[in-house]
């Protein structure tokens, strides 16, 4: 799996778009890029994923640049419960044995502030 | 209902002891898998099951014994418990399957506190 360089903190005022960035420039052609977050005390959870087009759900938005080199999560209108830590990953989709592990960096702590 | 639980929340022992840590899912995967979360945050898969067969070892050592009676459930059991297993563990579950995207979910974690 492709390595991702994330920043170690991040503040957001609450209300505001809290704009994540992942580096993953050696990402490979058939390589997703996921994000998860864990807050505090709780087990991670999915957020979203792509492969080349932009996304998104109910909780995020991602932008992928065109070179696929690199990546945003996008948070419209951060809360005080959108604090955590964002990790960002990339591997390929669905694949079996060890390509289905999730390999998680150091992450992003985000704090969302009053 | 909790899709991914785990058994217990909190596990506090003596070294050398012997624990289990009971996971179930009730999403209908067909995959799980065992994370260790230590005290530095790091976040590393352990094991990994599909159809009760073993496909992710990552070099834990075999004092870790997992076990998946069906597809539903994973349980890890631990012998001569160690100072450095105090951690969160963390069950996760996902549906196989060609180029299905493998989206995981998570448990609450079971933090165990070895003195």
């Known amino acids: 799996d492709a390595k991702t360089t994330q920043p170690p903190s991040m503040d957001c005022a609450e209300g505001r778009a809290a704009n994540l960035p992942c580096n993953h420039s050696t990402i490979s052609g058939n390589e997703y890029v996921y994000w998860y977050r864990q807050i505090h005390s709780q087990g991670p959870q999915y957020i979203i994923h792509g492969l080349k087009n932009n996304e998104t759900n109910e909780m995020a938005s991602l932008i992928i640049t065109e070179d696929r080199k690199s990546s945003t999560l996008i948070l419209p209108h951060a809360t005080l419960r959108d604090t955590a830590v964002y990790y960002c990953i990339v591997r390929v989709a669905g694949g079996t044995g060890t390509a289905s592990k999730l390999t998680f960096g150091t992450g992003t702590r985000l704090q969302v502030t009053l | 209902d909790t899709a991914v639980s785990q058994t217990p929340k909190y596990l506090v022992t003596q070294m050398g002891n012997d624990k289990s840590i009971k996971c179930e899912q009730n999403?209908?995967?067909?995959?799980m898998y065992w994370y260790k979360q230590d005290s530095k945050k790091f976040l590393k898969i352990m094991f990994s099951?599909?159809?009760?067969?073993?496909?992710i070892n990552e070099t834990v050592p075999n004092r870790f014994s997992p076990k998946s009676p069906d597809k539903a459930h994973l349980n890890l059991h631990i012998n001569s418990l160690e100072l450095g297993d105090s951690a969160v563990y963390f069950c996760?579950?996902?549906?196989?399957?060609?180029?299905?995207?493998?989206?995981?979910?998570f448990g609450a974690g079971t933090r165990l506190s070895v003195l």
């Open positions: 099951y599909n159809n009760k067969e073993l496909i």
């Open positions: 999403l209908g995967h067909d995959t």
């Open positions: 996760a579950s996902s549906q196989f399957g060609g180029n299905r995207i493998n989206i995981q979910y």
